[in-house]
């Protein structure tokens, strides 16, 4: 082991020093860039083409456009949507016009698009028309609802994806390959910690492993283990992470205290995760599930606390913001429970899979045409509003070769007992127009 390295500020971090340059180095995002897959057959073409990379942070985004802008061999222009306004913009279309003139391309990546306005999205629609650049956005939010649909619809929308164990291991053996690192070795359990808490975060993961080495190096040591990663690493993995079992296992019981209608149970589990180290965002994701899986429409109010806890969080952060989270826990656990959406959702799913395409009803069918129209598309169609209590009995709203399946039962808990009430009653009108 080398122990006369210098890690002095000068040093490029590692994730940098091992940022991949073709596609062949990436470890992750194969359904991306492997054999006959869409980024890979798009760099052999030679003609790029915008795009939004999709995915959450640390999984290769940035890399992947710097590496495409590359084998394009196109001039590359990074921009931050938190750091640039209207001139860097200006700027950055001054240079593609310049390069253009040299005949060359331009790439232009923004990260974290969706932080762009409107009016900044829209700057871009005109030199995309023109051929001028090729748009590389990358967003860690929906596109669907981050993206102006303008600038969505002249971009390919790709989805990265957290690396896998086995891929984050991969970046564990580079790391160990380095010669400043030789004769250094990482016992299994060191490496699993590590990884289980990157938890698909390339990026995370490597600095975890260069703040490791580096207190490897400065105490002499060959040999890193458990005890001394968890160390070094922190509270965060010391109570949180043996293996990943213990972060598990108190998610588990803070959502089943929720089910449980335990408030108290369940805020003492949120808390002991937020002691530990857990991602208030993660956490904030895993409330909103439980309030569409476990309370459903039995207290619609649930979704909307837990959506605007969430939404707090992010306006807040830490520590203020989470309050809003706790108080989402205490509602959702304190609410009347019901999963009949969750389930009756899960056995319609299963329906359809198993009975195929079946073909819309010609009376439900839209007739924007006169041919449509002649063609009996919405004939005998029955308007509810024109009927009895808005409400067409006994009409089919199914295909004509299925029966309509009774998957969603209300429970007799909160709102669904009226939604219960409701639907036999409709269920009465029914029979009778059939009688």
Same mark, same amino acid.
């Given at each position: 082991?080398?122990?006369?390295?210098?890690?002095?500020?000068?040093?490029?971090?590692?994730?940098?020093?091992?940022?991949?340059?073709?596609?062949?180095?990436?470890? +992750?995002?194969?359904?991306?860039?492997?054999?006959?897959?869409?980024?890979?057959?798009?760099?052999?073409?030679?003609?790029?083409?915008?795009?939004?990379?999709?995915?959450?942070? +640390?999984?290769?985004?940035?890399?992947?456009?710097?590496?495409?802008?590359?084998?394009?061999?196109?001039?590359?222009?990074?921009?931050?949507?938190? =750091?640039?306004?209207?001139?860097?913009?200006?700027?950055?279309?001054?240079?593609?016009?310049?390069?253009?003139?040299?005949?060359?391309?331009?790439?232009?990546?923004?990260?974290?698009?969706?932080?762009?306005?409107?009016?900044?999205?829209?700057?871009?629609?005109?030199?995309?028309?023109?051929?001028?650049?090729?748009?590389?956005?990358?967003?860690?939010?929906?596109?669907?609802?981050?993206?102006?649909?303008?600038?969505?619809?002249?971009?390919?929308?790709?989805?990265?994806?957290?690396?896998?164990?086995?891929?984050?291991?991969?970046?564990?053996?580079?790391?160990?390959?380095?010669?400043?690192?030789?004769?250094?070795?990482?016992?299994?359990?060191?490496?699993?910690?590590?990884?289980?808490?990157?938890?698909?975060?390339?990026?995370?993961?490597?600095?975890?492993?260069?703040?490791?080495?580096?207190?490897?190096?400065?105490?002499?040591?060959?040999?890193?283990?458990?005890?001394?990663?968890?160390?070094?690493?922190?509270?965060?993995?010391?109570?949180?992470?043996?293996?990943?079992?213990?972060?598990?296992?108190?998610?588990?019981?803070?959502?089943?205290?929720?089910?449980?209608?335990?408030?108290?149970?369940?805020?003492?589990?949120?808390?002991?995760?937020?002691?530990?180290?857990?991602?208030?965002?993660?956490?904030?994701?895993?409330?909103?599930?439980?309030?569409?899986?476990?309370?459903?429409?039995?207290?619609?109010?649930?979704?909307?606390?837990?959506?605007?806890?969430?939404?707090?969080?992010?306006?807040?952060?830490?520590?203020?913001?989470?309050?809003?989270?706790?108080?989402?826990?205490?509602?959702?656990?304190?609410?009347?429970?019901?999963?009949?959406?969750?389930?009756?959702?899960?056995?319609?799913?299963?329906?359809?899979?198993?009975?195929?395409?079946?073909?819309?009803?010609?009376?439900?069918?839209?007739?924007?045409?006169?041919?449509?129209?002649? =063609?009996?598309?919405?004939?005998?169609?029955?308007?509810?509003?024109?009927?009895?209590?808005?409400?067409?009995?006994?009409?089919?709203?199914?295909?004509?070769?299925?029966?309509?399946?009774?998957?969603?039962?209300?429970?007799?808990?909160?709102?669904?007992?009226?939604?219960?009430?409701?639907?036999?009653?409709?269920?009465?009108?029914?029979?009778?127009?059939?009688?």
């Amino acid at each position: 082991m080398q122990n006369d390295l210098d890690f002095n500020h000068t040093t490029p971090p590692l994730a940098e020093r091992l940022r991949p340059t073709t596609l062949d180095e990436m470890v +992750g995002q194969s359904h991306l860039i492997g054999a006959h897959q869409p980024l890979r057959l798009a760099l052999q073409s030679g003609v790029p083409h915008s795009m939004i990379l999709w995915g959450s942070t +640390g999984i290769g985004k940035t890399t992947l456009a710097r590496i495409l802008a590359q084998g394009f061999g196109a001039q590359f222009i990074a921009l931050s949507a938190v =750091l640039s306004g209207v001139k860097e913009i200006r700027d950055t279309i001054a240079q593609a016009q310049i390069a253009q003139q040299q005949g060359k391309r331009t790439i232009v990546f923004v990260d974290e698009v969706h932080r762009f306005n409107k009016a900044q999205q829209d700057a871009f629609l005109p030199h995309l028309e023109s051929g001028l650049l090729t748009f590389i956005g990358a967003t860690t939010e929906n596109p669907s609802f981050e993206v102006n649909p303008a600038l969505l619809s002249r971009a390919q929308v790709y989805v990265l994806k957290p690396l896998n164990e086995t891929e984050l291991a991969q970046l564990c053996h580079k790391v160990f390959r380095l010669p400043e690192n030789h004769g250094v070795q990482l016992n299994a359990a060191a490496q699993n910690l590590i990884i289980k808490n990157a938890d698909g975060d390339a990026r995370q993961l490597l600095n975890m492993l260069e703040q490791m080495l580096n207190a490897a190096h400065s105490q002499h040591r060959n040999h890193i283990d458990e005890t001394f990663a968890a160390q070094t690493l922190g509270e965060r993995i010391r109570r949180f992470d043996k293996g990943g079992e213990q972060f598990y296992n108190q998610i588990s019981a803070l959502h089943k205290s929720v089910r449980g209608s335990h408030p108290n149970a369940a805020l003492y589990w949120f808390c002991r995760m937020l002691d530990g180290g857990a991602d208030p965002r993660y956490l904030a994701r895993r409330i909103v599930r439980m309030a569409w899986e476990d309370i459903g429409l039995a207290d619609p109010r649930a979704m909307h606390i837990a959506n605007d806890a969430a939404q707090t969080y992010e306006r807040l952060g830490s520590p203020e913001g989470e309050l809003a989270l706790a108080q989402a826990v205490l509602y959702l656990a304190s609410a009347a429970k019901s999963n009949a959406g969750y389930v009756a959702y899960n056995k319609m799913r299963e329906f359809v899979q198993q009975n195929g395409s079946q073909p819309v009803p010609v009376h439900l069918c839209n007739a924007p045409t006169k041919l449509m129209a002649e =063609l009996g598309y919405g004939h005998d169609y029955r308007y509810a509003h024109d009927e009895p209590h808005a409400y067409a009995a006994g009409e089919s709203y199914m295909p004509d070769t299925l029966p309509e399946p009774d998957f969603y039962q209300p429970v007799p808990r909160g709102l669904e007992i009226k939604i219960g009430e409701k639907l036999n009653w409709l269920k009465q009108l029914d029979d009778l127009a059939q009688e």
